[in-house]
């Protein structure tokens, strides 16, 4: 029963104390210390970026078209493999080996090549790891 005494008692109190409210110039207070965000541009990139980004895709589709035209397979032996392969792709690069060949005869210029070549992958094998360390 006491209760029900002090919940009337709480209840009556309630009522009496006046209900808070913000002062006038809340909100505009509020809404002034929120900062605006941009709104984000959609960035237009150049075609060139596309086209660099298509070219491995390219170049595997015409490795692939190539091997299949060249090939031995029935109905796709347009060009005939082994025919095509030795009768005209070798006898056109068989002058640039034949010059490389001599060219690597001389022990000079197959020591520059080796130190290039060194020097060239210790630069590449530098650059991919400064690279991943940096970030």
């Given at each position: 029963?006491?209760d029900v005494i002090n919940d009337?008692?709480?209840?009556?109190?309630?009522?009496?104390?006046?209900?808070?409210?913000?002062?006038?110039?809340?909100?505009?207070?509020?809404?002034?210390?929120?900062?605006?965000?941009?709104?984000?541009?959609?960035?237009?990139?150049?075609?060139?970026?596309?086209?660099?980004?298509?070219?491995?895709?390219?170049?595997?589709?015409?490795?692939?078209?190539?091997?299949?035209?060249?090939?031995?397979?029935?109905?796709?032996?347009?060009?005939?493999?082994?025919?095509?392969?030795?009768?005209?792709f070798l006898k056109v690069f068989?002058?640039?080996?034949?010059?490389?060949?001599?060219?690597?005869?001389?022990k000079f210029i197959t020591y520059?090549?080796?130190?290039?070549?060194?020097?060239?992958?210790?630069?590449?094998?530098?650059?991919?790891?400064?690279?991943?360390?940096?970030?």
């Open positions: 029963m006491d009337d008692f709480l209840a009556e109190l309630i009522k009496k104390v006046p209900l808070e409210s913000p002062s006038d110039e809340f909100v505009n207070n509020v809404m002034a210390g929120i900062e605006t965000v941009p709104v984000p541009v959609v960035e237009q990139r150049p075609s060139f970026y596309w086209l660099r980004s298509s070219l491995p895709y390219l170049g595997i589709g015409i490795i692939v078209v190539l091997i299949l035209v060249s090939s031995d397979i029935p109905y796709l032996n347009f060009m005939g493999g082994k025919v095509f392969f030795s009768s005209l068989q002058p640039l080996w034949i010059s490389m060949k001599a060219l690597l005869s001389s520059s090549l080796l130190i290039g070549v060194s020097a060239g992958f210790l630069f590449i094998v530098d650059k991919l790891f400064s690279r991943r360390f940096s970030a």
